[in-house]
């Protein structure tokens, strides 16, 4: 069971690396210009380019795309699991009782704690690398996609409903809607919180830039542990222009 998980894990990784690194530097940093200046403006998508600039001249390019593809893959597992769990735990107050404490027990548990039965159950590598970077940031997106849809107004559902929708209809044109910006920033702060894992995932043998700041540290080279640090927070400010938006 868990060897099928690392394998559906190592196949998404797989395709995003491949995207990431196997494809031109020049086709990779002009998307992310471009949906930067689609969803942020221009400014944003000025800032994306001389953070891009600094990883490719300091060395970083390939380590970023690599942190990136792990960050994107875990990202993607947590909210294509979140908000389904969230919309189903939105009407149903005794699965949310149930599913809220084990919440609470992802976000609260050191993250390291976690590394024992992953390890037991994932071993090490990148695969292992998502699934605690799953654990300790997918927890957002679903409480905060509960709390947007449980926010709705309950006269706005019933007046829908009055005028014929079924439940379907309700869901995908007003409750969704509505709960849009809280979904939103549950989807950020997913795609923060996992960013925020790269060293942390770099323990059990995750590449990128979690892996220089770990060698860094045990060799201590400073100077390079702080740049590649630079690297992870523009990563971070990139990812957040993307996904908030704030278009200018």
């Known amino acids: 069971f868990f060897n099928s998980i690392t394998f559906f894990i190592r196949v998404v990784l797989n395709t995003l690396e491949t995207v990431f690194i196997g494809t031109p530097w020049i086709v990779v940093a002009t998307l992310l210009i471009l949906l930067t200046t689609l969803t942020a403006g ?3 998508a000025i800032y994306t380019g001389a953070f891009l600039a600094y990883m490719g001249i300091l060395g970083f390019w ?3 795309m690599i942190t990136l593809s792990l960050l994107g893959a875990a990202a993607c597992f947590s909210i294509s699991i979140g908000i389904p769990l969230a919309i189903f735990c939105a009407r149903r107050e005794r699965a949310w009782a149930i599913i809220k404490p084990i919440l609470d027990f992802m976000l ?3 993250s390291f704690v976690f590394m024992i039965p992953v390890i037991a159950f994932f071993g090490t590598g990148k695969s292992a690398a998502v699934v605690m970077t799953i654990i300790c940031g997918g927890t957002p997106v679903v409480r905060l996609t509960v709390l947007g849809l449980k926010g709705v107004p309950e006269a706005v ?3 829908a409903t009055a005028f ?3 439940k379907w209809y309700v869901l995908t044109r007003v409750d969704l809607p509505l709960a849009a910006p809280s979904i ?3 989807v950020n702060q997913t795609v923060m919180l996992s960013l925020g894992m790269v060293v942390v995932a770099s323990l059990v043998g995750a590449k990128g830039l979690g892996e220089v700041v770990l060698e860094s540290l045990q060799y201590a080279r400073f100077g390079t542990g702080i740049l590649a640090g630079f690297c992870i927070l523009f ?3 990139i990812l957040d222009r993307i996904v908030q938006g704030g278009r200018e």
């Open 184 to 186: 939103r920033t549950g």
């Open 235 to 237: 990563c971070a400010i």
């Open 108 to 110: 609260t548990m050191p």
């Open 164 to 166: 014929g929708a079924g």
């Open 157 to 159: 559902r019933e007046a």
């Open 42 to 44: 221009l400014r944003a």
């Open 62 to 64: 390939e380590k970023a």
